[in-house]
């Protein structure tokens, strides 16, 4: 026994030994790995003291970054503005480079022209005819004078029309004709008008009427410049005289006739998409269906209401035209216009006629003025170019004759013309504008049938549409109640137990009741359950609730006959007011007409 002990012990003194052993090789190891530690701990904080040194470094790369950045940001601001700065000047330079030869040339070809226009602008002046006539003034003087333009601007109208006036002063008639051939040679036009102007000035009215019918019949009717608008207030205020008057209201008239639809007596229902300008107008003064009226009665009109207010807002040109022409001219068409004993349109006309630049001259000019622009905006192109669009005025542009008198007649802000000249063109387009009047009107007219048909909840009516034809509220009302009461009882009848729909459910949550739901469990027992269970109530509402299905209906039914009924009687009282109204319009057509022809009090 005490051997088997002493081997126990030494064997666990073996064993203690042995772990004493490993403790310590751990306890060395951890030591060692201690150590190790450390060094990495210290290693760590090198590297973490790189990191931040590195992440300094990279923050004053970026600040650095960022300054470059922004410093060529700048520089390429600065380049950019440098080069948008050198356009401008270069294109300052070129300008005034250009301008100022354009300027050298303007004054070595047309500087004597201004010596030409002050001559002539002297010698129409009616002082000047005293003088010479008293002899103030020695005619070899004046015939120095015109013949020294002459030579020097051979190719000016106007210096041979200056030749022209002082040959009358020496009353050499051959030499006058040979000067007047000469300039209306240059420029027709504006020769008879300067002559027009110059007798009339000097007051030889019988002349000035024949220069007059000269210069209408050189002109264009399609492109009138601004000239001819002073000339026409000149004419209808007379102080060319009663001739001159004539000669421009027969001038006038043919001009309209031959540009606009020749006025007959009768009026086809044809397309107003092809009409003319006057057509185009009165269209536009039309009176548009507001929004909201009416609203009844074209519920029940349907399809036909596009067609009815069309032709309800033709009928309104009339009325509304009629309107704004006495607005315009609270006179009528032939109110009186007194002689202006002043002459002030003739000056007017004579000086601006006088004044005008010759087309090369104004071309020069135009690019004088274009390049001052370009100066004054610092070479800024797109600057220079609207203002120089603004700077050209109303002036720049022709107009056709027509839209001469649509403006006289419907925008006389815009025509600048006095009341006479007004009146004027307002006759002279009075024909066609009347036969536009009555081309709208008949159009509407073609709109409106005799009889329109009023539909409601499958429920229809002809009424006529004639105000002046008398309609029975009460009939029409009584019939639609009646059909809707019909129609509601007999969709009411139609309500009845549907016995294939009940035997159907009958079947189906039978036969789910009894072979699949006592086979199943869960959440399967429970659905089928419940399909079964909606069988049995779908087949018991379809039993017992006939009477509510029925009572549903009526109550559906009562209350589309009350609005059906409401909607249609003030769809009657609306159609009453509507062809009335209708009526009444296309009925100014005759007093339009009779204002026209000045045969009613104003």
């Known amino acids: 026994m005490s051997v088997k002990a002493d081997q126990a012990q030494y064997e666990a003194d ?14 060395q190891s951890q030591t060692r790995h201690e150590g190790k530690l ?10 973490r003291a790189h990191v931040g040194k590195l992440s300094s470094e990279l923050a ?17 601001l600065t380049l950019d503005s440098f080069i948008e700065q050198y356009g401008r000047d270069r294109e300052v330079a070129t300008a005034q480079a250009e301008l100022s030869r354009l300027t050298t040339q303007w004054h070595a070809d047309f500087a004597q022209r201004k010596h030409t226009r002050a001559l002539a602008r002297g010698l129409v002046h009616t002082l000047t005819a005293h003088a010479v006539n008293r002899g103030v003034v020695n005619t070899a003087t004046v015939r120095a004078c015109t013949e020294e333009r002459m030579l020097l601007e051979p190719t000016y109208w106007l210096a041979p029309a200056a030749m022209t006036v002082a040959a009358a002063f020496r009353n050499e008639v051959e030499r006058g004709e040979s000067a007047h051939a000469h300039a209306l040679m240059l420029d027709a036009a504006k020769t ?38 002073v000339v026409l207030d000149a004419i209808a205020s007379k102080e060319l005289g009663e001739e001159a008057l004539g000669y421009t209201q027969l001038a006038m008239t043919g001009w309209s006739q031959s540009r606009q639809l020749t006025p007959g007596s009768s009026y086809p229902a044809a397309d107003l998409a092809d009409g003319g300008q006057c057509e185009v107008r009165l269209q536009s003064l039309c009176r548009r269906m507001p929004r909201g009226q009416y609203d009844a009665l074209r519920k029940v009109c349907g399809p036909q209401w596009e067609s009815l207010a069309e032709g309800w807002e033709l009928a309104s040109v009339s009325g509304r035209t009629l309107a704004h022409l006495r607005r315009t001219f609270p006179d009528g068409p032939n109110g009186v216009d007194w002689p202006d004993s002043a002459g002030h349109y003739v000056e ?10 010759e087309p090369d001259e104004a071309d020069m000019r135009e690019g004088m003025r274009w390049l001052e622009r370009v100066i004054e905006h610092g070479g800024d192109l797109e600057a220079a170019k609207a203002a120089h669009e603004m700077s050209l005025g109303p002036d720049a542009e022709p107009v056709t004759f027509m839209t001469l008198l649509d403006q006289a007649a419907f925008e006389p802000a815009t025509a600048r013309l006095g009341s006479a000249a007004r009146r004027m063109a307002l006759r002279a387009l009075w024909p066609s504008l009347e036969h536009a009047a009555n081309r709208i009107v008949a159009a509407s007219r073609y709109h409106l049938p005799q009889h329109v048909t009023l539909s409601i909840a499958d429920w229809s009516c002809t009424v006529p549409t004639d105000p002046q034809r008398m309609v029975d509220p009460g009939s029409l009302l009584d019939d639609l109640a009646t059909h809707i009461k019909r129609q509601t009882q007999e969709q009411s009848d139609a309500v009845v137990r549907r016995w294939p729909r009940i035997w159907g459910a009958l079947a189906i949550g039978t036969l789910t009741g009894s072979l699949v739901v006592p086979f199943l469990e869960g ?56 062809f009335e109204e209708w009526h009444e319009s296309m009925g100014e057509l005759t007093a339009l007409t009779m204002w026209g022809g000045d045969r009613t009090p104003h």
């Open 14 to 27: 073996s064993t203690l030994e042995r772990l004493r052993e490993r403790v310590e090789g751990i306890g």
């Open 38 to 47: 450390d060094g990495f701990e210290e290693n760590l904080h090198g590297v």
């Open 60 to 76: 004053e790369v970026r600040q650095e970054l960022a300054g470059l950045e922004s410093a060529v940001t700048d520089t390429r």
């Open 192 to 229: 008879n008008l300067f002559f027009a102007l110059t007798y009339s000035r000097l007051g030889d009215q019988v002349k000035a009427a024949n220069c007059m019918d000269l210069y209408l019949q050189s002109l264009d009717p399609d492109e009138l410049g601004q000239d001819f608008f």
């Open 348 to 357: 007017s006309a004579l000086e601006r006629l006088i004044n005008q630049l």
């Open 523 to 578: 959440v399967s027992l429970g659905l089928f359950l419940l399909v079964a269970l909606a069988m049995f109530g779908w087949a018991a509402w379809e039993i017992c609730g006939v009477p509510l299905r029925r009572k549903h209906v009526l109550d559906q039914g009562g209350r589309l006959q009350h609005e059906a009924v409401a909607t249609l009687a003030k769809a009657l009282d609306q159609r009453e007011d509507f």
